[in-house]
């Protein structure tokens, strides 16, 4: 029953722009933070962004501050990370994560 969509990645050059979305489905997310992670091949996953119930976007690392921002749009049930100025560093696999909950991820790709 309950279910996280992420959707939104793709191929895009250094400099580009993406935004990705999280639906949920079973859940009410804006009950809680919902969390975006990434994690590249090889490398630890890591805690890019969270949306908390009040709201607040929070970046947690240096690297995406001023590029990252995320969103909430309670009636769709769905938050946002909308990615700016990507880096190939940026690239990797990014999930949602609520609760318990994670999405299936989806491919964010930064090359020339």
């Known amino acids: 029953q309950v279910q996280l969509v992420d959707s939104g990645g793709g191929l895009v050059q250094p400099g580009g722009s993406l935004t990705l979305s999280c639906a949920g489905s079973?859940?009410?997310?804006?009950?809680?933070?919902v969390f975006w992670y990434r994690q590249a091949p090889g490398k630890e996953r890591q805690r890019v962004a969270a949306?908390?119930?009040?709201?607040?976007?929070?970046n947690y690392l240096d690297g995406v501050q001023g590029r990252f921002t995320c969103s909430r749009d309670d009636g769709k049930n769905t938050v946002y990370l909308q990615m700016n100025s990507l880096k190939p560093e940026d690239t990797a696999v990014y999930s949602c994560?609520?609760?318990?909950?994670w999405g299936q991820g989806t491919q964010v790709t930064v090359s020339s």
């Open positions: 994560y609520f609760i318990s909950y």
């Open positions: 949306i908390t119930s009040s709201n607040r976007c929070v």
């Open positions: 079973g859940v009410t997310l804006s009950r809680d933070a």
